[in-house]
């Protein structure tokens, strides 16, 4: 029997009670049996929501009213918090927040795979003991105003561009600097990017600091190479932000919402920042990916250390590699290391990364694991454990279908996107393999995102 269409305009005002979040952060119930989404509700609040658009089969609602208030509802600490739109969640207390993005986890498998979402071994999110100034990185988007420069994020909804002075969920440095910097282009009169006209120069103040030997690297984006009193520039960072270590210059002449452009200049300083996740460090290029999160990232793979559970004897495969840390964390407990990536950059930080650290067991070469798992099939050479970790996107078809051929014993799959998760591992399921474990951790607190390591191993027929 089809469910009766119903007919609400945009404006129109309508009861709805909240059944759960959902995978962006909004409140989710239905409204007449269709599904209404509403940002800022809270699962068992009772609200009044005022229509933006209605589609066949959903309702995208703005909250006007609550009439019953959730008792994991709190007051935003961000003064921002609402125009800014780059936190989801300050508004609901941090103890739900870990309930809620374990329950988000239990929605998407309940959707995407024929497992019983109350049966599958799903664990309790692994939080942060203090949630701010978690960020090791950030990038901002940069203005002339008539009070000065301003450097933020694009608000909700909107192409306005939101000052962001002191952001709660920033390393402090990180805003410290940027504040700076912006002062010093306001004082030098530098060029700013008009986004609308496409003239001007700096477009983005991109700062990353290391939370271990707290150097600081700073990247200028800019339209052109000929940056305008670049001398004097470089002059007036060195003097007032000592801590500044790595200085750069990365021309994006673009249209285009993507921050790098394929050109990097060293202006000043080393070129790479040193980073420690327990016992490893790492050199940071301005372009190496690297965890958001440092306290929270060395939790992460440690969960991935548990999952696989390594004795010494296993050959390892460290696919979607990057930089090799995921590989190198278990390089120490497992016979042989082998990563793949298709970016030949991080294939050589991979290299540089295991002869740093005296990891003979490793090896890295650039390409698609399922071009290089089956010539090493091959050859003769099986993976015992396969470990991946992903784009949003989730694994490719044909990685998916490569691994199912391989037949490893166990492969750990962590994911910032438990909905492509629930459909690779649905398609793993039919192939064989049996899901062991799920690990939410909270890598982003005050954010809808949640990451998830997910053990898996292959039924013994």
């Known amino acids: 029997m089809k469910t009766k269409d119903v007919h609400v305009k945009t404006g129109d005002k309508i009861p709805v009670t909240i059944k759960r979040l959902g995978i962006n952060g909004e409140g989710v119930g239905f409204y007449k049996k269709k599904v209404t989404f509403i940002p800022g509700a809270l699962p068992g609040e009772e609200v009044i929501a005022k229509v933006d658009k209605s589609f066949p089969n959903r309702i995208e609602a703005n909250l006007a009213t609550i009439?019953?208030?959730?008792?994991?509802?709190?007051?935003?600490?961000?003064?921002?918090?609402?125009?800014?739109?780059?936190?989801?969640?300050?508004?609901?207390?941090?103890?739900?927040?870990?309930?809620?993005?374990?329950?988000?986890?239990?929605?998407?498998?309940?959707?995407?795979?024929?497992?019983?979402?109350?049966?599958?071994?799903?664990?309790?999110?692994?939080?942060?003991?203090?949630?701010?100034?978690?960020?090791?990185?950030?990038?901002?988007?940069?203005?002339?105003?008539?009070?000065?420069?301003?450097?933020?994020?694009?608000?909700?909804?909107?192409?306005?561009?939101?000052?962001?002075?002191?952001?709660?969920?920033?390393?402090?440095?990180?805003?410290?600097?940027?504040?700076?910097?912006?002062s010093i282009l306001g004082d030098l009169n530098i060029s700013i990017y008009n986004e609308r006209k496409r003239t001007g120069m700096v477009r983005t103040i991109v700062t990353r600091v290391s939370f271990q030997t707290k150097q600081v690297q700073v990247v200028l984006v800019t339209a052109e190479r000929n940056l305008p009193k670049k001398d004097l520039l470089i002059q007036e960072i060195k003097s007032r932000l000592p801590q500044v270590v790595s200085l750069l210059q990365n021309i994006n002449g673009q249209k285009t919402s993507v921050i790098f452009g394929d050109k990097t200049i060293h202006l000043e300083g080393g070129e790479t920042i040193q980073e420690t996740l327990g016992d490893l460090s790492f050199e940071l290029s301005a372009r190496a990916f690297f965890q958001l999160n440092p306290i929270q990232t060395v939790k992460l793979y440690n969960q991935v250390r548990r999952a696989a559970k390594l004795t010494g004897v296993e050959k390892v495969v460290d696919a979607y590699c990057g930089v090799g840390t995921i590989g190198l964390w278990l390089a120490k407990d497992a016979k042989e290391i082998r990563g793949m990536d298709v970016i030949q950059d991080s294939i050589r930080d991979a290299s540089e990364n295991a002869i740093k650290h005296g990891y003979s067991n490793a090896d890295y070469v650039t390409g698609k694991a399922e071009y290089w798992l089956p010539k090493w099939l091959k050859e003769g050479w099986k993976p015992d454990v396969i470990v991946v970790d992903p784009p949003r996107t989730g694994c490719d078809q044909t990685f998916l279908q490569t691994v199912a051929k391989i037949k490893p014993k166990k492969l750990v799959y962590v994911s910032c996107n438990p909905s492509t998760l629930a459909k690779d591992v649905n398609f793993l399921s039919e192939s064989g393999f049996k899901i062991q474990s799920l690990q939410p951790v909270d890598m982003f607190p005050h954010t809808s995102h949640v990451e998830v390591v997910a053990a898996l191993t292959l039924n013994k027929k």
């Open 67 to 182: 009439k019953k208030r959730s008792d994991d509802r709190v007051k935003p600490p961000c003064p921002i918090y609402e125009e800014c739109g780059g936190c989801q969640l300050q508004h609901l207390k941090y103890e739900a927040q870990l309930r809620e993005k374990k329950d988000i986890v239990r929605q998407a498998f309940q959707r995407y795979t024929s497992y019983n979402a109350h049966h599958i071994p799903l664990k309790d999110t692994i939080g942060m003991e203090d949630p701010w100034n978690y960020r090791n990185k950030s990038q901002l988007q940069v203005a002339k105003k008539e009070a000065g420069v301003i450097a933020g994020l694009y608000g909700i909804g909107s192409h306005k561009l939101i000052d962001l002075t002191n952001c709660m969920v920033q390393h402090p440095e990180t805003s410290n600097v940027t504040n700076v910097i912006k």
